[in-house]
Each structure stands twice: as C-alpha cells, then as structure tokens.
T-cell receptor
Framework: GAGVSQSPSNKVTEKGKDVELRCDPI?????LYWYRQSLGQGLEFLIY????????KSGLPSDRFSAERTGGSVSTLTIQRTQQEDSAVYLC????????????FGPGTRLTVL | GENVEQHPSTLSVQEGDSAVIKCTYS??????FPWYKQELGKRPQLIID?????GEKKDQRIAVTLNKTAKHFSLHITETQPEDSAVYFC????????????FGKGTLLTVNP
C-alpha cells in the first residue's frame, strides 16, 4: 500500500520567510510524528500527534515552529521567519493503532534557507 | 541524559563478513529499541526492533541483542552484501508508550565487493 508521503520534496526559501511542510500519513494511522534531520546527524524529535491533538510538543525548537493536524490525517508543520539554522530534512512518520512506537517514515522535505 | 551513543561512526567490511554496531543509553526506563536503515537520499526504514522483555531477536541475516543491565544494544549483520551499504541508526523509545524516539548519530556501513 501507499506509504507516508510528504510535500514538497525540496524547498528553498529566503531567510525571514514562512514555510509550510505537509505530511500525509498512511491511511488509518492515528499517531503521527515530526522529526528533523540535520546534515550528518541523527533524527531529532519535534512533535507527536494522537488524532488531532498533540500531547507532546516538547521537541519544537522555538515558538517559530508550529504544527497542526486536521481530520486525523494530514499534518502541516509551519516555520515562521525562517533562519539559516532551520535548514535540514524534515521527516514525518506515522504508526498504526494501537502502536505508537513502530514508526514508518516518509521521504522527508529538504528545507534550505538562504 | 537522554542521548543514545552509537559506535562506530563508520564501518567498512568485505562482502561476506559480519558487521556489528553498538549503542548505549542511560535511561533505564527505556524498553523499546528499533534500528533503521537509511540509504542515501531515501527515507529511514525500520529493519528490526526489540523490546526489553527479550534479549535477542533475529530476522534472516540481521539480529539485535539487548543487555538491559549494561544499557546497551547491538545490531549484527551476517554475510554482508553490497546492498547492505547504508547509514544505520539505533534509537530508543521513551514517553510512556515509546512514542518519542531518540536516535543515535548513525553508522555509515560500506560493504566492499
């Protein structure tokens, strides 16, 4: 079946602009996660959704970062007033119920802030 | 702390040899430990995972061992093939239902034909 999809695959923006990254989880997956992968580094947890609510937002680096999920499906990660240090690959993952640990990843969005 | 230490950072082996990657952690509450394989430019793929109620799990040429007392777990790949070349990440789950994965920094495995 279809895996987790993300769009766009690549995004180049100028410092100070806002960006929106989209994640479509696997159909029926209730848990959704966002991670960030900087060059040569492991993945860094950002936020966890269960349905439309976000019980854990502790990994969001600053208040410029926000995420929402509607209809228990699609999620959007928004970064306001982007900075060069925001450049990274942003990965989304989802889990089938009732699991929240077996996570299947999307291909990521590579964000470059000039 | 919450970090997961992963070693080595790079590993080069000859085709047919075995490869071992080791990770250590400090949070004794962790009970879920997955391993992901990431090929260049691709998504991380879950290849095997282990929970704290077992000490070893095998899937064909891949095995994972867990020592909860010493707080370390290892990935073993036998009879390596060139297509095993990739970056491998270990992780541990936390946050009650293990939803929050904390990853190691990865091991670049190169299998030379």
């Amino acid at each position: 079946g279809a895996g987790v999809s993300q769009s766009p695959s690549n995004k180049v923006t100028e410092k100070g602009k806002d960006v929106e990254l989209r994640c479509d989880p696997i159909s029926g997956h209730t848990a959704l996660y966002w991670y960030r992968q900087s060059l040569g580094q492991g993945l860094e947890f950002l936020i966890y959704f269960q349905g439309n609510s976000a019980p854990d937002k502790s990994g969001l680096p600053s208040d410029r970062f926000s995420a929402e999920r509607t209809g228990g499906s699609v999620s959007t990660l928004t970064i306001q007033r982007t900075q060069q240090e925001d450049s990274a690959v942003y990965l989304c993952a989802s889990s089938p119920p009732p699991s929240t640990d077996t996570q299947y990843f999307g291909p990521g969005t590579r964000l470059t802030v000039l | 702390g919450e970090n997961v230490e992963q070693h080595p950072s790079t590993l080069s082996v000859q085709e047919g040899d075995s490869a071992v990657i080791k990770c250590t952690y400090s949070d004794s509450a962790s009970n879920y430990f997955p391993w992901y394989k990431q090929e260049l430019g691709k998504r991380p793929q879950l290849i095997i995972d282990i929970r704290s109620n077992v000490g070893e799990k095998k899937d064909q040429r891949i095995a994972v061992t867990l020592n909860k007392t010493a707080k370390h777990f290892s990935l073993h790949i036998t009879e390596t093939q060139p297509e095993d070349s990739a970056v491998y990440f270990c992780a541990r789950g936390s946050g009650g239902s293990n939803y929050k994965l904390t990853f190691g920094k990865g091991t670049l495995l190169t299998v030379n034909p």
